[in-house]
């Protein structure tokens, strides 16, 4: 399942990606997090709770029960780095969004084994246990999110002028970094592109599992007032998910290609649509503003 694409160039991505985000971030921006945590535990409840509204959504289908378990799996990843690029795209709360990508990551150590354990129990009648790593997860947090950004915030600190003038041009560059990295890894990699089209009836599932969980979230977080930003920032964290960590856990833990190509799918569509749904929801946050300029 590894090769050269996801040892070496993901991460690297990754860390250019942080790096030119951090560019547009200060220390302020993560301190007003701790000075206002709820929509940060707004966030993290949201991730720990989205299996239980995927397992309501899924769970009473027609769906094969391993690909129930897929669905399950998939759900309980956190977000990745790719929440992030969306959030900076659309002027969110990037703060707030990698913020979350650190503790979610965290979080699901915990979480998403049990998680799955559960569902393979309920659905398909056997038991696995998952062991993922701690001091791998901790050191991929650290190496290609924490560290980047840093550098890209003590860069803003010393050339301020310059780390201006490139947040325009980063809003695109780097999700064409990152799209096109993942669209190498889930399109090419060996043992996530075997009879893709055979997997095509799992789009609107998908589809709709993305929608319904960042759509939910969104009607929570406007009912407690969470604020503009934080509520389409929030609603892409819960929604568009993790899909390597799923075809890993999936192919190389479980050995079972089916409910990796769950993640595939699921990694594969999620992006554009995740992207759609923020545009609207800031829109609505937008609405009677008088904003002629929406990014």
């Not at 790096?19 to 945590?37: C, R, V």
């Not at 075809?247 to 190389?252: G, L």
Request: with cysteine; proline share 3%.
């Amino acid at each position: 399942m590894q090769s050269i694409f996801s040892t070496y160039l993901l991460p690297l991505s990754l860390i250019i990606i942080m790096m030119g985000m951090g560019l547009s971030l200060e220390k302020k921006d993560f301190t007003n997090i701790y000075k206002y945590p709820k929509p940060a535990l707004t966030g993290i409840i949201g991730q720990i709770l989205l299996p239980l509204v995927t397992f309501l959504l899924i769970g009473f289908t027609s769906l094969a029960p391993v690909v129930k378990v897929g669905f399950i799996l998939i759900s309980a990843c956190a977000g990745g780095s790719a929440t992030n690029v969306i959030t900076h795209m659309l002027k969110g709360n990037l703060a707030l969004s990698v913020s979350l990508t650190a503790i979610n990551s965290l979080i699901i150590l915990v979480t998403l084994p049990l998680i799955v354990k559960l569902s393979l129990q309920y659905f398909i009648g056997v038991e696995s246990n998952i062991h993922l790593s701690v001091y791998n997860t901790i050191a991929n947090i650290l190496f290609t999110i924490i560290i980047p950004i840093l550098i890209g915030m003590i860069i803003r600190h010393n050339f301020f002028r310059f780390a201006i003038k490139t947040q325009r041009p980063l809003r695109v560059i780097l999700p064409l970094i990152l799209f096109t990295v993942f669209a190498v890894i889930i399109f090419f990699e060996e043992g996530t592109n075997k009879g893709i089209s055979n997997y095509l009836y799992l789009v609107p599932w998908a589809l709709l599992l993305n929608f319904v969980s960042m759509l939910v979230v969104y009607i929570v977080a406007k009912y407690i007032r969470l604020g503009g930003k934080n509520n389409f920032t929030i609603s892409i964290e819960v929604g568009l998910k993790n899909s390597i960590v799923g075809i890993y856990v999936a192919e190389s833990l479980l050995n079972n290609t089916e409910m990796a190509m769950v993640a595939v799918v699921y990694g594969s569509i999620t992006f554009f649509s995740t992207l759609f749904f923020g545009y609207l929801a800031k829109r609505i946050e937008l609405w009677g503003f008088g904003y002629k300029k929406l990014i």
